[in-house]
């Protein structure tokens, strides 16, 4: 059943169900109980009665009863019955309503009677109280108080029609309102479940509703019940992600294509030059050279914009193994070597031998070949590269150094948005403002950070990664 409202409407019916039956059991129970106590005080007052009646004289037990006092008990088959018989079960009384049946030598004492069913030969059921009493001594007869004492056996006797009756009037009341009770209980149920459920309905179409063009809408959680809270949050939480998502795709997007645009727009134009221009060898060697030029910054854009789909990629597992730091910058460094030449900026790096970092090999070496290019391509022309490293607990920290030129304190802010280019010193076209963008998002998925700041005229950036444990 993947239905909410039915799952819900069938465990309340049930539960309701069994709530109802179980009260009802209960409720019988306890007004059984009350009534029969009610009967049993009855008969244990007529019998303690009639054991009053009962003394011992010259040694034998007499009934000193009068029936015009107690007149249900002479009628024939009448309704009450009593028999007194003595210890051993020889009869001494009877009731005329009794005839010639016997009842059974059940007693308990006189405060506390022994109750029982039973029934007669006429198929009469009767409730019985027996109780085992001494009948009183005449305060006059000396000869009895010398013999032993006698005891005797009084049951009385009452037909049980009326208690039978007024239990089978309850349980047929209570019955009928169950029955009752059921037939309305779906009904109530439909309706509590409904009603309870409609701030997740209107939760679900104002979730529907929402589009693309929508993702700023938001949900007011204080009017929301305290179990629909949790939901609404974190729907407000996943729609404001969504939100940054597209607008930074709405953003990438557009600087991607404006990025583009230039190149083909180059690409274009020496198209239509060569079609529509007649040249020599020598131009259409150097418009082609052009077209190649064009050609691998589009290339270089590309490569850039893959490499950044990889680093928004979290799904994609990372190979962690121990890392040689000095290894990696080195290997690093090697591609930008001749261009560092050109431009007169060496590399001065001070890293202790052996020490290591626990961190995918691809990854890191696209960070540190994006900040050695950084330097290389925009430090000013005859400085160095400084690279040293500190180690505290469990992260080391890189430190790459080189002068800012131009650069400012306002700028470092924006090094690590895509597409940013200072105006003065990155206008080169073989570049997309990328290269640190994609360093900061690969240190995010290695679990380290990366920073800058200029101070004393120097760019600074610090790379953190965790550090590979000391071998044993």
Same mark, same amino acid.
């Given at each position: ?59 034998? *037990? ?18 009450? @019955?009593?028999?007194?018989? *003595? ?67 009084? @049951?009385? +006797? ?48 104002? @979730? ?39 607008? &930074? ?60 789909? &990889? ?53 890191? +070496? ?28 469990? @992260?080391? *920290? ?75």
């Amino acid at each position: 059943m993947k239905s909410l409202r039915a799952r819900l409407t069938l465990r309340l019916l049930l539960g309701g169900a069994l709530l109802l039956g179980a009260a009802g059991a209960v409720l019988h129970w306890q007004m059984r109980r009350a009534l029969t106590d009610e009967f049993d005080a009855t008969l244990r007052a007529t019998a303690q009665a009639l054991a009053s009646l009962t003394e011992q004289n010259h040694g034998k *037990t007499t009934f000193d009863f009068a029936g015009e006092n107690m007149p249900q008990f002479e009628r024939k088959n009448g309704c009450d @019955v009593f028999l007194l018989r *003595t210890a051993d079960g020889h009869e001494i009384e009877r009731s005329p309503s009794l005839g010639t049946a016997t009842l059974p030598l059940r007693a308990g004492s006189p405060e506390m009677p022994e109750f029982f069913d039973t029934t007669l030969p006429n198929d009469r059921a009767l409730r019985c109280a027996g109780l085992l009493f001494t009948p009183q001594i005449e305060d006059d007869d000396k000869t009895t108080l010398r013999l032993p004492k006698m005891e005797a056996v009084l @049951v009385v +006797g009452r037909d049980r029609a009326p208690l039978d009756h007024a239990i089978g009037a309850l349980r047929t009341s209570l019955l009928l309102v169950g029955i009752v009770v059921l037939a309305a209980l779906p009904g109530l149920v439909g309706w509590g479940v409904g009603g309870g459920l409609v701030p997740l309905d209107r939760l679900g179409e104002s @979730v529907a509703a929402v589009e693309a063009a929508s993702l700023a809408t938001r949900f007011p959680v204080e009017l929301l019940p305290a179990e629909l809270r949790p939901i609404a949050a974190r729907l407000n939480e996943l729609f404001s992600r969504l939100e940054s998502a597209f607008a &930074r795709e709405r953003r990438f997007t557009a600087t991607a294509a404006h990025e583009l645009r230039t190149p083909l727009a180059e690409l274009r134009a020496l198209a239509e030059v060569n079609l529509t221009t007649p040249s020599t060898d020598a131009e259409r060697v150097e418009s082609w050279r052009d077209a190649l030029a064009t050609t691998l910054r589009m290339e270089s854009l590309a490569l850039r914009l893959l490499e950044l789909a &990889r680093a928004e990629d979290l799904s994609r597992t990372l190979r962690l193994e121990t890392i040689d730091l000095a290894r990696a910058l080195a290997s690093a460094w090697q591609p930008w070597a001749t261009r560092a030449a050109e431009r007169g900026v060496a590399l001065e790096a001070a890293l202790p031998p052996g020490l290591a970092v626990k961190s995918d090999l691809a990854l890191l +070496g696209v960070i540190l070949g994006n900040l050695c290019a950084n330097a290389v391509e925009h430090a000013p022309a005859g400085t160095p590269l400084r690279v040293h490293c500190t180690r505290q607990n469990e @992260v080391v *920290t890189l430190h790459f150094q080189n002068r800012a030129g131009d650069l400012s304190e306002t700028d470092v802010p924006h090094l690590f948005e895509r597409f940013w280019r200072k105006d003065t010193s990155r206008t080169d076209a073989r570049h997309h403002g990328l290269g640190l963008a994609l360093a900061a998002d690969f240190t995010d998925l290695l679990g380290g950070t990366l920073s800058a700041h200029i101070e004393a005229g120097n760019l600074e950036f610090a790379l953190r990664l965790p550090a590979a444990p000391n071998p044993a």
